[in-house]
């Protein structure tokens, strides 16, 4: 009888220390509640059963309230790419790998140094992400500095979508950007009710800690509950700074975030597509900084998608990134130890690829190498699986003893389904190495980008539907004094 493979996993917590962050959370909701700017949002919540503290001002959520919207939240949400055909499920413990959002710089290899994005920047690195394997969702990656800050949001998903195919995490730096970005995804779909059954984007929605839901987080909330869009919640305490100093201090706070945004999604409309996840740190009292690659942050983060799993709810985490601000061996380090643990944690929603320097530097040679990365984690959670019966004592019985198994038809049946073969990593000798010029990892991986992009961008939709999120670009920009989009290619 062949054993199905072990798929190797790690937790962080007991089930009763897990037990007491969960009550914590939903007695921190009941007693000290979250604050809420949105007018809208406040309503929702007070009729859903939540009450406001006259004196703080503060929305106090019962714990009733929140195991109801907890029991309409689904458990898997399936992510179409844009032709619809390719379905990723987020939920249990499938695991997907995108690039980190929002870079404010991109990296250039050949001058070694950071520099503000512009529109070709945008288009080559979601070309990239359409051609590297291993990221199943792309992401709104880089904010272009060639438009109007007003349209930097909508712009991104613009880009994004007419060189990439994949589904998108984006989210907003401005309500007014939710129509323009919506009527983008629905002329993508093929409209609002098709984007609702197949939804093409997560968008992300990040409460400000500590516990409190701004104007334009809660309405992106209610925004998209009401298309039917994911919403991710992005929670992020800084330990000892925006959160309590400990690890477990902090994990009751992110917990209690999310729940309440959970919450404000189920009861806008029940039944919501929504995410468990955050992006915490654990701040460096030294540098007054939020490493992303500290080993308490990563801990953080495995720890608490094991609380959303305990709840039932799909998870996300920004890992498999790093505070490095080049492609060295500390980007390496981080990036790998990251999506190593997120992988092993089964996180369905794992972003950071590419990114740099705290999140705010993107680099598409650290793109390429994080590929491979994440390949190597799928890797690993397969586990090791049983192939023949019996697992291997017949293959003894005619081996010659000159060629070994090279030339085993067993070899030849299972080396490549067994084995990983990275394109970037250097499995050759030293002689082979100072053959080839003894070329850095950076410099392989800035080789193969400039292979996979080759000398031209070609967009990944019809020139009618390219037309078409170009009018709906345009319109908006014209608003903020944008008299013409600048030039995609």
């Not at 009763?16 to 949002?41: M, W």
């Not at 104007?215 to 000892?240: K, R, W, Y």
Request: proline share 6%; with cysteine; net charge negative.
């Amino acid at each position: 009888m062949i054993s199905e493979p072990l798929r190797p996993t790690f937790r962080l917590l007991s089930d009763s220390f897990l037990g007491k962050i969960v009550d914590e959370a939903y007695e921190l909701l009941a007693k000290h509640g979250v604050y809420v700017e949105n007018a809208s949002a406040l309503r929702i919540f007070l009729d859903g059963g939540a009450r406001e503290d006259m004196l703080s001002k503060r929305v106090l959520i019962p714990r009733t309230l929140v195991e109801r919207a907890l029991a309409s939240s689904p458990r898997v949400i399936a992510m179409a790419d844009s032709p619809g055909k390719l379905s990723h499920e987020v939920g249990g413990d499938h695991v997907h790998f995108d690039p980190g959002s929002a870079a404010l710089r991109i990296f250039d290899h050949e001058t070694q140094s950071e520099r503000k994005p512009v529109t070709r920047d945008l288009v080559r690195f979601h070309s990239l992400v359409d051609r590297l394997e291993n990221f199943h969702f792309q992401s709104s990656g880089l904010i272009s500095t060639d438009v109007p800050d007003e349209i930097a949001d909508a712009y991104r998903i613009f880009i994004a979508l007419q060189y990439c195919s994949k589904p998108i995490v984006t989210g907003l730096f401005l309500a007014e950007s939710y129509k323009p970005m919506l009527e983008m995804l629905a002329a993508v779909r093929g409209g609002t009710q098709s984007l609702r059954e197949k939804p093409l984007a997560i968008f992300d929605a990040c409460p400000s800690p500590p516990l409190k839901w701004s104007n334009l987080t809660a309405q992106s909330v209610i925004d998209c509950a009401l298309a039917g869009i994911p919403s991710e919640f992005v929670s992020m305490p800084l330990t000892g700074a925006t959160s309590p100093v400990t690890i477990a201090g902090a994990l009751v706070q992110l917990t209690a975030e999310n729940l309440s945004g959970i919450v404000l999604a189920q009861l806008t409309r029940a039944g919501t597509p929504v995410i468990f996840g955050g992006s915490p740190a654990s701040f460096d009292m030294r540098t007054a900084n939020a490493p992303m690659g500290a080993m308490e942050t990563m801990m953080i983060d495995s720890a608490y998608s094991q609380i959303g799993k305990s709840l039932g709810l799909p998870t996300h985490a920004y890992m498999s990134l790093s505070d490095s601000k080049c492609v060295d061996t500390q980007a390496g380090l981080e990036t790998g130890m990251g999506a190593v643990l997120a992988a092993l944690a089964g996180i369905n929603v794992v972003s950071g690829g590419g990114m740099m320097n705290f999140e705010s530097t993107q680099s598409l040679e650290k793109l390429a190498i994080d590929n491979e990365i994440c390949g190597m984690a799928y890797r690993l959670i397969q586990g090791i699986a049983q192939r023949d019966e019996p697992i291997a004592l017949n293959l003894f019985d005619d081996l010659d003893p000159e060629t070994g198994f090279f030339t085993h038809p067993h070899t030849l049946q299972w080396f490549q389904v067994e084995h990983r073969y990275p394109k970037l990593m250097d499995r050759g000798n030293y002689e082979q190495w100072e053959d080839a010029g003894k070329p850095s990892l950076a410099d392989r991986a800035s080789a193969q980008v400039k292979e996979l992009l080759g000398t031209e961008d070609k967009a990944v939709v019809s020139e009618d539907l390219r037309k078409e999120l170009e009018s709906i670009m345009s319109s908006y920009g014209k608003r903020f004094g944008l008299a013409k989009l600048p030039t995609l290619e």
